[in-house]
């Protein structure tokens, strides 16, 4: 369901926030009590094993029976809900749904039975959360602050990968090693023990050696596991630390857990260690991507976080109920767009003084355009990527600006954000938006508004960027009445700020409804 809607109608005002994770190889729900502080407490964790990845990763499509189960599973958790009255919940869908042919099909008779907006999120979106928990569990401790960082958590259609420097975001990957997509691709559950690990070993090695280009993973110093399996490993041969939530399992420990496990079928790891079926049979395969990756790294030992993405979603959810924001998360938004204007070519004293001027005009006019933080930060990610497609065809760049940035994963920004960015760098020149436009007709009409807004903003910014070049720092505004004036510097030449400003303000007088006009001097 949306964030900020209620469920039913409580019968007081709640604090209790909810997430509900539609995994690959189970469903879970977490709900949580936001303190004042913006920190929150966990209630209560559910989780019920459905094996959607199954039908997923071989077939393509979502079988009936486990969507019929799925849908059950998530009544149940609809409720227990009810019981709590609880306020803001989001339920998202990873890998499985997301690469399921028949995934709107599934997603309707979600809607349908249990009135839950299901939200199929990508790979960043993930990342984004999973990243968001393991900085409030880990914060200052183990010396994972300093230096480069990893935070790996392997899931049942794939790993997630974030590259952390000093703290700070730098990358995000999503590699195809998830547990379950693992097994079903390479059709181990047919095979002995040793055959089965053999196959599996191979083809997690070759695929971290293939993407060592991308991912540095020889100048990790630091490896922080996440995930159900990981905690197993902790549960099993892990040291306690002053963290709570923290445990450290050293590499011998962890090899000599692998080589244990290696040995058994999951029917006979869930006998020996009390263990659902469902849980059992992703162990080896994930223990293997772990201890692997942890090879290709300088780190001597896995540092392992009881959180999950679902506490991701708690925290966010807690935080937009008390108006806080994760700065860490912000800079490594900026710094993946950064990275993506970088591969296109993008000139970043270009692209840096339109962001400058576009977020001006933006706190500038905040009581007319009425749009949030959240819409700040799209509005300067969109501004520094708006001519990434000039490395395509420069007299259509806005057009490849937007096919690239829909088409990339941005960290940090949903399926819905990164839309809203890309829709926002194809008007900051050509035509503005039109009814012929297909992809723009086709968004709702909120969206449409919001993308109007800001790409209005990016649209002026540009053309007093190309029209008045390396000085635009001694450049600034003042609204008066219907009219936003902008004041250039004693030198500037009006006459060529005037020709730059043709074809470009028309977007921002029609949805301000103010002219623009230009005064020399300040």
């Not at 596991?225 to 197993?232: H, I, S």
């Not at 008390?322 to 800079?331: A, F, P, R, Y």
């Not at 001027?357 to 009425?370: E, K, N, R, S, V």
């Not at 008045?468 to 009445?481: C, L, N, V």
């Amino acid at each position: 369901m949306d964030p900020n809607e209620k469920l039913d109608t409580p019968k007081h005002e709640s604090k209790l926030v909810a997430a509900v994770d539609v995994g690959s190889n189970a469903l879970r729900m977490a709900i949580a009590e936001v303190l004042p502080n913006g920190e929150f407490e966990i209630l209560e964790r559910l989780q019920r094993a459905v094996r959607l990845g199954q039908d997923t990763f071989l077939r393509g499509r979502l079988g009936g029976q486990s969507m019929r189960a799925a849908v059950s599973v998530l009544q149940d958790f609809r409720q227990v809900l009810r019981l709590y009255e609880v306020g803001p919940l989001r339920a998202v869908a990873t890998s499985a749904v997301r690469e399921a042919s028949n995934s709107d099909t599934f997603i309707d008779r979600v809607f349908m039975a249990t009135a839950f907006q299901l939200e199929v999120i990508g790979t960043s979106e993930e990342s984004r959360l999973t990243v968001s928990a393991v900085r409030r569990a880990v914060g200052d401790a183990l010396d994972v602050n300093r230096g480069a960082s990893l935070i790996a958590d392997v899931g049942g259609g794939s790993t997630l990968l974030t590259l952390l420097e000093d703290g700070e975001i730098v990358s995000s990957h999503g590699l195809r090693l998830g547990s379950i997509w693992l097994q079903e691709m390479l059709a181990t559950s047919q095979e002995s023990p040793d055959r089965s690990t053999e196959l599996l070993r191979h083809h997690i090695w070759n695929a971290l050696s293939t993407a060592r280009t991308s991912l540095p993973l020889d100048r990790v110093q630091s490896f922080i596991a996440v995930g159900g399996d990981a905690r197993f490993a902790a549960r099993e041969v892990g040291k306690p630390t002053d963290v709570p939530d923290l445990m450290i399992v050293e590499q011998a420990d962890l090899d000599r857990l692998v080589r244990q496990c290696q040995k058994y079928t999951a029917e006979e790891l869930s006998r020996r260690h009390g263990l659902p079926f469902a849980e059992a049979e992703t162990i080896n395969p994930a223990l293997l991507v772990y201890q692997l990756l942890l090879k290709k790294t300088q780190a001597e030992r896995l540092i392992v976080s009881h959180v999950s993405m679902r506490d991701g979603l708690l925290l966010e959810l807690a935080r937009a109920a008390t108006g806080q924001e994760d700065e860490g998360l912000v800079k490594g938004m900026i710094h993946s767009a950064a990275a993506l204007a970088e591969k296109y070519g993008v000139d970043p004293a270009h692209a840096g003084a339109v962001a400058d001027l576009a977020i001006q005009l933006f706190d500038l006019l905040q009581a007319d355009h009425g749009l949030s933080t959240r819409h700040r930060l799209l509005l300067r990610v969109a501004a520094m990527l708006h001519e990434v497609g000039a490395l395509i065809n420069p007299r259509s760049l806005h057009k490849h600006s937007y096919y690239i940035i829909s088409n990339s994963e941005i960290f940090g920004l949903n399926r819905n954000e990164t839309e809203i960015v890309a829709h926002t760098a194809r008007y900051h020149r050509g035509g503005g938006p039109k009814p012929t436009h297909i992809d723009y007709a086709a968004l709702p009409r909120e969206k449409r508004v919001v993308i109007n807004k800001l790409a209005a903003l990016v649209r002026l910014a540009d053309a007093l960027v190309r029209g008045h070049g390396d000085s635009t720092r001694r450049m600034r505004f003042d609204r008066e009445g219907d009219e936003l004036i902008v004041h250039l510097p004693a030198a500037a030449d009006l006459l060529l700020e005037r020709r730059a400003l043709v074809g470009r303000r028309d977007l921002f007088e029609d949805v301000y409804g103010m002219k623009v006009r230009l005064e020399e001097g300040q």
